[in-house]
């Protein structure tokens, strides 16, 4: 008895501390599990800071996982949600097939289940996907980029910053480029692609090696703003960092929207960026959970169009840009 | 022959890649890409550095990567908050070795595995370093980035860097009896504690001197970068350790060494990534060539272990027929 005193009253305490800290919910209150695959860049912590600000409009209960780019992880914490019986499900997932597993289990227990930010892969089973138009976004910024080069003479050399080619969004920014420049008719001539795979050292050692092998490059485009820095550094390097309307301004361009590419485009050193709405996105993925979470029915793929941010629609369109309200916060 | 080609597989194996992708491009071997080569490969040798020394005593540090972000998330805090740039350069810096002490009490002391203590440290510091930063992207000042692109006689601040680096570990290695302890702890503790090695000091300065490495090639990474992102650092180590074994390090403990063994494993995955590039190869080609490579290296690690296991048997049975 004496020895098990102890481990009764830890258990005791555990008890009392668990009951303590679950948070309060009226019995009726919906809630709304979500789980994101990373918070690892600037626009992941926006997207959860936009979407609980979203759920929270609703009244909803929020319980939040972060799988920090482990599927196996990912999947427990949707199998964690389903086992509280949650209303509805919002994932983050990290690729298109790891997710099937998670659409499944939510199917089987017939609780909605939308997915933020890629969609899944063949035979997934019903779900909602809100997505950017990765691919449109990306041709149309590339376009903007061509044609606010107009006056250079033909072809520009040409260099695309490539994501993780296991990321089906990087791939759809890359055929979005590979589209604009073909139609372009010879515009740009694309003499370097640079895998990335996210990663900004490598961006910057690609974009120095590039340059290097390639010193008429004046056309950059890069699949995510949060490489910038990268291209900025190898550019200063090479001493090809100058504002528009200087005669060794490289064009540049990016998608994503991020605070680095708004203070970009207000120094005048960025030409065109593709902007995904966060808050958009959010707004329709909580919309849609809860909708089907009431029994209605919900289309089963919901597209951001986004916009393409450039010099000439830079102050009308900036409020759509999640990076400037994130630059306002910052010093 | 065979015997010349394992034991000199490393350098043989630079030697390879340099002419192979000289012949694919003109542009790969000139000297300003030469100049290229050293700089962006600066901050990797150091790091493959210190894990050359981890891996000779039978270790590993898989907490190199994230301990490189932390060192980058609090140098950017303290830059943002104006403190001096040197100033904060010295200080984020003793966070490496700091981290690498509580590494080397842990294995050392408290007898825990180095892949479990790193691999609890790798999700740790980055998880501290994410909080730290809160996940957002940090611009650096002009005053410190400035530091990556600086020239002293004509050579890039950073190789200067890695080549002060890479001579004290030397030095340490071949000229001190605590480089000399680290081989015979990694090639058999328990011999070398009867030797009269003092195995748990020797272990804790080997982490301390890890870590040390991957907060001086953070400082280096971060002034050519001017940038500190979430994902600093990450999977760094895995390259390091990379290149310590294409460098000759072995996994097994016992075997490696910091001149011109890791400088030749970190130029070597230099070399690649930067000929892929000036080659504008297809970005599918290029984890296809790094495996290749890497495994050509196990492959040799695996002979080169294969050989050592052959002479010594060779040896014993010269000994039992001699008596």
């Known amino acids: 008895m004496k020895a098990l005193l102890p481990s009764l009253l830890v258990s005791v305490a555990c008890l009392a501390t668990l009951s303590c800290g679950a948070p309060t ?10 789980a994101f695959e990373t918070l690892q860049t600037e626009y992941w912590v926006a997207s959860l800071d936009a979407m609980k600000a979203e759920l929270a409009k609703h009244d909803v209960r929020v319980l939040e996982a972060v799988a920090d780019g482990d599927p196996n992880r990912q999947l427990e914490q949707v199998q964690s949600f389903i ?3 949650v209303d509805g499900i919002i994932v983050v997932p990290k690729d298109a097939e790891s997710v099937i597993p998670m659409i499944r289990a939510a199917n089987k227990a017939n609780i909605p289940i939308v997915l933020y930010n890629r969609g899944p892969g063949e035979g997934a089973g019903p779900c909602v996907t809100v997505v950017a138009d990765n691919r449109a976004i990306t041709r149309d910024t590339v376009r903007r980029m ?14 695309i910053l490539i994501g993780d080619l296991g990321d089906i969004n990087a791939i759809e920014r890359r055929e979005g480029f590979d589209e604009a420049i073909s139609e ?8 370097a692609r640079v895998p990335t795979v996210w990663n900004q050292e490598k961006a910057l050692a690609g974009v120095t090696n590039a340059l290097q092998a390639n010193p008429d490059i004046e056309f950059i485009f890069s699949s995510s703003d949060f490489l910038f820095p990268s291209i900025v550094a190898a550019l200063k390097n090479a001493d090809k960092y100058h504002p528009i309307g200087h005669e060794r301004h490289v064009v540049l361009g990016g998608f994503d929207g991020d605070a680095t590419a708004y203070r970009m485009l207000q120094d005048k050193y960025l030409d065109a960026d593709g902007v995904q709405n966060v808050y958009f996105e959010c707004s329709q993925a909580v919309d849609a959970v809860l909708k089907m979470s009431r029994g209605e029915t919900v289309e089963p793929v919901l597209k951001d169009q986004g916009v393409v941010i450039h010099q000439d629609n830079l102050d009308q369109e900036s409020h759509r840009m999640w990076g400037a309200q994130v630059a306002a916060k910052q010093p | 022959m065979t015997r010349f080609l394992v034991n000199h597989s490393p350098a043989l194996l630079l030697v390879a890649v340099l002419i192979g992708f000289s012949i694919g491009s003109p542009r790969f071997l000139t000297p300003q890409n030469a100049v290229n080569l050293l700089t962006q490969g600066a901050s990797a040798t150091i790091l493959a550095a210190g894990m050359t020394w981890v891996l000779v005593t039978s270790g590993v540090d ?7 972000f932390l060192v980058a998330a609090a140098c950017g805090k303290m830059l943002q908050s104006d403190v001096e740039p040197l100033m904060a350069a010295v200080a984020a810096a003793a966070i490496g070795p700091l981290c690498g002490v509580a590494h080397g009490m842990l294995i050392a002391y408290a007898g825990a595995s180095p892949f479990i203590v790193t691999l609890a440290s790798l999700f740790l510091l980055r998880g501290a370093g994410l909080w730290f930063s809160r ?5 650096l000042p002009e005053a410190f980035s400035r530091w990556g692109a600086e020239k002293l006689l004509g050579v890039p601040l950073p190789v200067w860097v890695a080549g002060v680096v890479v001579l004290v570990l030397y030095w340490l290695q071949t000229h001190t009896a605590f480089g000399r302890q680290c081989y015979a702890v990694g090639y058999d503790p328990a011999a070398a504690r009867k030797a009269g ?6 272990l804790m300065k080997t982490y301390a001197l890890s870590g040390a490495c991957a907060a001086i090639a953070a400082l280096t990474a971060l002034t050519q970068l001017g940038a500190v992102s979430p994902t600093f650092g990450k999977d760094r180590e895995f390259d390091a350790i990379a290149a310590a074994v294409l460098g000759g390090a072995s996994l097994f403990g016992g075997r490696g060494n910091v001149f011109p063994g890791a400088v030749i494993g970190a130029m070597t995955v230099a070399s690649v990534f930067n000929g892929l590039n000036v080659m504008n190869a297809n970005p599918y080609v290029y984890p296809l060539i790094t495996a290749a490579v890497v495994f050509l290296a196990m492959l040799f690690d695996g002979l080169r272990r294969r050989q050592l296991v052959q002479s010594a048997r060779t040896m014993r049975w010269n000994v039992e027929g001699a008596r």
């Open chain 2, 135 to 139: 996940t957002r992207a940090m611009n």
């Open chain 1, 184 to 191: 372009s008719n010879g515009a740009v001539e694309v003499v």
């Open chain 2, 197 to 202: 090695v003092h195995v748990r000091a020797a």
């Open chain 1, 25 to 34: 919910n009226q019995p009726d209150q919906t809630t709304i599990g979500v």
């Open chain 1, 146 to 159: 061509i044609a606010s080069a107009s006056e250079r003479s033909k072809p520009m050399q040409g260099m």
């Open chain 2, 62 to 68: 898989l907490s190199a990567g994230s301990l490189m």
């Open chain 1, 83 to 85: 086992a509280r019986k």
